[in-house]
């Protein structure tokens, strides 16, 4: 264990180009559920039921009551310390892009948090996966705030456009819907330069997100994964970190930006 970190520590301390992956692992100990695993599932249904456009035309009622209650729950989640570390390397390497999965908000709510008066905008991350505080308009596509009161007690009662009274639905990206070509493109370019990929809390198993590493590492760069778990990508990690976000993440960074002043 001592072995690998020390092996990260140096490739991080000695890359110029980085790039970081999230999924829900590094929100787990914020207490975001993760999909997959124990304590992955909603009422008994698999995500790959709930989570794609045909769920929504079928029950948009169900869909949104699922949406519903992890957007009010997340809203009463904070960032913890691996977001913080994470916003913090962001902001203090300008060469870092952060990528999530998420929708969740968090790596948003770091970098407020860490950037205090300066401008975080260096530290948002690109959310592949889109943002469940965000409404999209089925019909007109417009984007708009999402509320927290959203009233699922009848497929009458669900949100509407303000504009095209359309059906809203969660700006977040479902099984077999297209990612954002710009925000896809814009992490697949910057897997490409990187020197090295630090991926953080996912199963690696979603597409394409899931390349971002690979692209990273059929360039010629590194691969350094923090999970308690064995994934797909542990094969071709140069490290593997076995254990929590929020401890490997701050214990990684904090090193390696000590090493950076230097
Ligand atoms: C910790 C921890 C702690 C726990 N610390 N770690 C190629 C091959 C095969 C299939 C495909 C392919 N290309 C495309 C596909 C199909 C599909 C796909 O990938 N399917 C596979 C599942 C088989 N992909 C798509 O459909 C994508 N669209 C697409 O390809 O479109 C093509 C197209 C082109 C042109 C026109 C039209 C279409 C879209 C994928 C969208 C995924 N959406 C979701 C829902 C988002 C909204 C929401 O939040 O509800 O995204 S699904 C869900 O999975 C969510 C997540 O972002 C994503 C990834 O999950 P993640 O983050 O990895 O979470 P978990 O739970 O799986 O893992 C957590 C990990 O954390 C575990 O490893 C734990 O061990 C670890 N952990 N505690 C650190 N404290
Ligand atoms: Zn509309």
Redesign the pocket.
Same mark, same amino acid.
């Given at each position: 264990m001592i072995g690998a970190l020390e092996r990260a520590h140096t490739l991080v301390g000695d890359a110029e180009r980085i790039v970081v992956l999230?999924?829900?692992? %590094?929100s787990?100990?914020s207490g975001v559920p993760?999909?997959?695993?124990s304590g992955?599932l909603w009422k008994s249904r698999r995500? =790959?039921e709930?989570?794609t456009p045909g769920a929504f035309a079928r029950d948009p009622r169900l869909v949104w009551e699922?949406?519903a209650s992890?957007r009010t729950f997340v809203s009463g989640c904070v960032p913890n310390d691996?977001h913080l570390a994470l916003a913090r390397l962001a902001l203090t390497h300008s060469a870092t892009t952060l990528i999530t999965?998420? %929708?969740?908000g968090l790596h948003h709510r770091a970098a407020e948090a860490v950037a205090r008066d300066e401008d975080p905008t260096g530290a948002y991350p690109l959310e592949?996966?889109?943002a469940?505080h965000r409404d999209l308009c089925s019909s007109c596509g417009l984007r708009t705030p999402g509320r927290l009161d959203v009233d699922t007690t009848s497929a009458e009662t669900l949100p509407r456009c303000d504009m095209c009274a359309g059906m809203l639905r969660?700006d977040?990206?479902?099984?077999? =819907?297209?990612?954002d070509p710009g925000v896809i493109g814009a992490s697949f370019e910057a897997a490409r330069l990187a020197d090295v990929c630090l991926v953080?809390?996912?199963?690696? %198993? %979603?597409?394409?997100?899931?390349s971002v590493p690979e692209i990273t590492h059929q360039a010629g760069g590194t691969v350094i994964e923090?999970?308690?778990?064995a994934?797909p990508l542990t094969s071709m990690a140069a490290a593997s970190l076995r254990?929590?976000?929020?401890e490997?993440v701050p214990a990684l960074l904090a090193e390696t930006m000590i090493d950076r002043k230097r």
């Open positions: 999230t999924g829900a692992g %590094v787990a100990e993760t999909f997959r695993g992955g995500p =790959e709930l989570a699922w949406y992890r691996a999965q998420n %929708v969740d592949v996966h889109g469940i969660p977040v990206v479902w099984f077999g =819907e297209a990612l953080v809390g996912t199963s690696a %198993v %979603v597409y394409p997100a899931a923090i999970n308690p778990e994934t254990g929590l976000a929020g490997l």
